[in-house]
């Protein structure tokens, strides 16, 4: 009894002692740091937060924190430092623009004396299910909360030793309150996501929204695993009761975490995965899901969360008196967001890894109306669309997007986390689906009836229906047709879900319109895809949509 009553009277700072890494901090180049909190548990985070007045703790018990001005990921602060081995291999492009070494060493030494004499938090842990392709990963925050932001979304270390000989292979920094000097740095505002392959270090600033930390960790990765011949994904994933996985690829605001998280299935993931010749493995730990408007009914695993202890709420409004949540009110921001570990969702997989997908969904929110809800893809069609990432960005998830969606194409369903060239990832999932003989399927989660303003969006009992006929391998038996602008098969019916829902011409009042609209969208992918034509096979640009076709509609 006496121990227990030692153990909980223990300080912060001595219980982070006993789980210290022995490689120190000095070897990062830190020197007069006033206290370092080492792999704090949950419990013991949450004293700090509430303490330092980073947050509160809300009914049930999950944190509620501001993240301040930025209430989204900066896409266009990010950069790459230029040096020797990354130079070759970086597609340097509006997403991974070009940083010089030099100024990246004196940002990064300015840094470390800004931090002399304040407190750190560190948590040192793994990114990457699958202990073939682990890699350990050194999160240093300034933030208390941040650091229970990446016990949630990394994989934690299983044993006290573990932790003590703990050795990085990269190391993210996180500094709200240090700005860069765009007159002397180079970076574009004073808000900055520096990656530096060489050093293996990522340092950011001036931005408390924690999705930096967690999208710099899968940059790292996708370019990383990609070289060992493993395809890094931005997707979701899940498995059914015969073993037979799926993949969801998709942008914020297409459903990638609400679709997958279905109780008929098993959650390995909500966003990020590689695919080894093993198989799929998670990348995260954890889940860092949208909550605006958040359903009880469609989304009752996730909603749950939102009530747990550890939990993480970002933006969130709550009740100062009762401390009950309102998930509905955006006035903070749209993005409003919730961070909890894997095992929150009952049905998730321990291991978080499966077997090879017996199904691929690419998930796209078309704010034009005019696609389908379903259709499915010749595997060219499935590497066109992997290249095009159409969707429709919808208000929160960047900043600078105002309330109506975005019509956008983002290479691999996540263009602002690639690294190497877009066509080097298609061509590794082009083989993995030949070889796996994998189904690949278009689902839309955007508008239908009309476009943006004048449509609904998709109900998702709908989707869902679609989605639980595919994955059970009952739609690949249904009758199609063939849409005569992109060229997939389109079903004609599916159980549970109304004839006119699938057949997008005939939810729309005006046809000429519809026909416009389908038009003006194939133009969009062709102009696009421009850009990806030197060195993609013939056979995949003649995948794409014909702007020609007169659709003929009565």
């Known amino acids: 009894m006496s121990q227990y009553i030692l153990d909980i009277k223990t300080p912060a700072l001595a219980q982070a002692k006993t789980v210290k890494s022995e490689y120190g901090l000095k070897n990062h180049g830190f020197r007069n740091l006033n206290n370092v909190y080492w792999n704090l548990p949950s419990e013991a985070l949450y004293e700090e937060i509430i303490f330092r007045n980073e947050g509160k703790i809300s009914y049930n018990g999950a944190l509620v924190v501001d993240t301040g001005k930025h209430t989204a990921r900066s896409a266009n602060d990010k950069f790459v430092v230029k040096e020797t081995e990354s130079e070759k291999n970086v597609w340097w492009s509006e997403y991974n623009r070009p940083f010089s070494v030099d100024k990246f060493n004196a940002v990064y030494q300015r840094l470390l004396g800004f931090l002399q004499g304040r407190d750190l938090f560190v948590q040192d842990c793994y990114a990457g299910a699958d202990t073939d392709y682990r890699l350990p990963v050194r999160i240093i925050t300034e933030y208390a909360w941040h650091s229970q932001f990446a016990r949630n979304m990394f994989i934690r270390a299983e044993t006290n030793d573990e932790l003590r000989k703990f050795v990085p292979d990269f190391t993210v920094i996180s500094v709200p309150s240090f700005k860069g000097m765009p007159e002397i740095d180079g970076t574009l505002s004073e808000t900055f996501i520096l990656l530096n392959f060489e050093q293996r270090l990522c340092i950011i600033g001036n931005t408390g929204y924690a999705g930096e930390i967690k999208k710099s960790v899968f940059t790292i990765l996708n370019y990383l695993l ?26 914020s605001g297409t459903g990638k975490t609400t679709l ?247 939810t729309w009042d005006d046809k000429a319109a519809y026909e416009d609209k389908y038009i003006q969208l194939a133009s969009l992918f062709i102009e696009n895809f421009k850009k990806f034509k030197d060195g993609c096979p013939d056979e995949i640009i003649k995948a794409g949509p014909n702007r020609d076709v007169k659709l003929n509609l009565k």
């Open 260 to 506: 997958s998280a279905d109780p008929k299935r098993n959650l390995i993931g909500d966003d990020e995965h590689g695919w080894s010749d093993k198989g799929i493995f998670n990348i995260e730990g954890g889940c860092y899901a949208k909550v605006i408007n958040l359903s009880p009914t469609a989304e009752p695993q996730i909603y749950a969360c939102t009530r747990k202890f550890g939990t993480i709420l970002e933006n969130v409004v709550f009740d100062p008196v009762t401390r009950y949540l309102d998930l509905d009110d955006e006035k903070l921001t749209e993005n409003t967001r919730c961070a909890y570990p894997l095992e929150f969702i009952d049905n998730a997989v321990p291991e978080k890894m499966a077997g090879h997908p017996k199904n691929i969904i690419m998930l796209t929110c078309d704010a034009s109306g005019v696609m389908p809800p379903i259709a499915k893809l010749t595997p060219e069609q499935a590497m066109y669309h992997f290249i095009s990432g159409y969707t429709s960005k919808v208000s929160g998830t960047e900043i600078d997007l105002g309330k109506e969606p975005e019509i956008t194409f983002s290479a691999c369903f996540g263009a602002p986390f690639m690294v190497h060239h877009p066509y080097h990832y298609a061509e590794m999932l082009k083989n993995k689906i030949l070889k796996h003989n994998v189904d690949c399927w278009l689902v839309n989660t955007g508008w239908s009836g009309g476009s943006y303003g004048i449509g609904k969006r998709m109900s998702i009992h709908h989707t869902r229906a679609l989605l639980n006929s595919a994955l059970e391998g009952k739609l690949a038996n249904a009758e199609f047709y063939t849409d005569p602008v992109f060229g997939f098969q389109v079903p004609m019916s599916c159980e549970g879900v109304p004839e006119k829902v699938l057949k997008p011409s005939d």
């Open 226 to 251: 990609p070289l060992e011949n493993v395809l890094s994904m931005h997707c979701s994933a899940n498995v059914g009761k015969e073993g037979e996985s799926a993949l969801f690829f998709g942008l």
